[in-house]
């Protein structure tokens, strides 16, 4: 069934990547399948690319995000 709706949206879309599997990465989100009821929902690998890419270090420790560290 899912391969039929696929093909279909396929037709009007043209070709699209398909995951199929527990694991999945959609939007910088890690997204995985833990059982029928639970997924799991994780950002840290984006994350870590976000700050790398940022240049800049981000390490420092602060009381509170509001205090001007300059």
């Not at 990465?25 to 639970?38: A, I, N, V």
Request: glycine share 8%; aromatic share 8%; proline share 0%.
């Amino acid at each position: 069934m899912n391969t039929m709706i696929i093909d279909d949206i396929s037709e009007h879309f043209g070709k699209l990547v398909v995951t199929r599997g527990k694991k999945h990465t959609f939007l910088g989100m890690d997204l995985e399948m833990l059982d029928e009821l639970r997924f799991a929902i994780g950002m840290k690998s984006y994350l870590e690319e976000a700050i790398e890419l940022f240049g800049e270090d981000v390490s420092k420790k602060v009381s509170s995000i509001a205090t001007n560290q300059t």
